[in-house]
């Protein structure tokens, strides 16, 4: 049990790394360091695997039985299928500067959530390995 929550920690690790780029390139942009195409670029190319990674925790979580961790995956992973459906995943050239607002209001909600996971995944490690000892 300590490899699935060490796992899970590590995939909650990523994710979080993979948002905290995002709003940092947003940033980057709102303070005119870079233009809004390599903006486009660097963040479309984390996208996919962030939708990805989320859709393996949330997988593990429900095969696993953790019907709590997964219940906290849930709102990310229906807000990303949502987002994909209407196809509102990718951040558009042409429309950032309208955009980048909502785009940092999205990456925020994700990362408050994924840090929640993140304690819940330390909790839980800590609690299988001390159940381990005995």
Known sequence: ???F???????VVILIALVIHQLMCLADLEFDYINPYDLASRINKVIYPEFTLQGV???LFLL???WLMFTFCVPILYYNVRLYQRQQHLVDVTEIFNHLNREK???LFKLINLVI?????L?????SILEDDE
Do not use: E
């Not at 929550?5 to 995939?11: P, R």
């Not at 996971?117 to 995944?121: I, K």
């Open 64 to 66: 696993s039985g953790n």
């Open 5 to 11: 929550w060490l796992t899970a920690f590590f995939l």
């Open 117 to 121: 996971l993140l304690f819940l995944c």
């Open 123 to 127: 909790i839980w490690m800590i609690y």
């Open 105 to 107: 209001k999205r990456r």
């Open 57 to 59: 925790l949330g997988l």
């Open 1 to 3: 049990m300590v490899f």
